[in-house]
Nanobody, 119 residues
């Protein structure tokens, strides 16, 4: 069984930092692009960042310069370092895995971890 488990969420004040982790089990980690999405109350799910299998990264414009995505293939873990957090970053953050030899859809999703940023 494939499972993605996020951790590291919590409540912080604006300007603070959090680091999210996503541990994958049941798959070989390396041939997957690993992405982070978020969904705020009343909003649609939004792409945040991706760490591609080959090492490249990309981010949604609103988090550039503040968030960093990176991975440790040995530990089957992808991270999202979030700095200078803003109240508008409040959301449930989920990780997702995309097989590089498949299509564009994400194959597996985690349950999510709550991030709350107070002003």
């Amino acid at each position: 069984q494939v499972q993605l488990v996020e951790s590291g969420g919590g409540s912080v004040q604006a300007g603070g930092s959090l680091r999210l982790s996503c541990v994958a089990s049941g798959i070989s980690f390396r041939p997957y692009n690993m992405a982070w999405f978020r969904q705020a109350p009343g909003k649609e799910r939004e792409f945040v960042a991706v760490s591609q299998s080959g090492g490249s990264t990309s981010y949604v414009e609103s988090v550039k310069g503040r968030f960093t995505v990176f991975r440790d293939n040995t530990k089957n873990t992808v991270y999202l370092q979030m700095n200078s957090l803003k109240p508008e970053d409040t959301a449930v953050y989920c990780c997702a895995a995309q097989y590089i030899f498949g299509g564009s859809r994400y194959d597996y999703w985690g349950q999510g971890t709550q991030v709350t940023v107070s002003s």
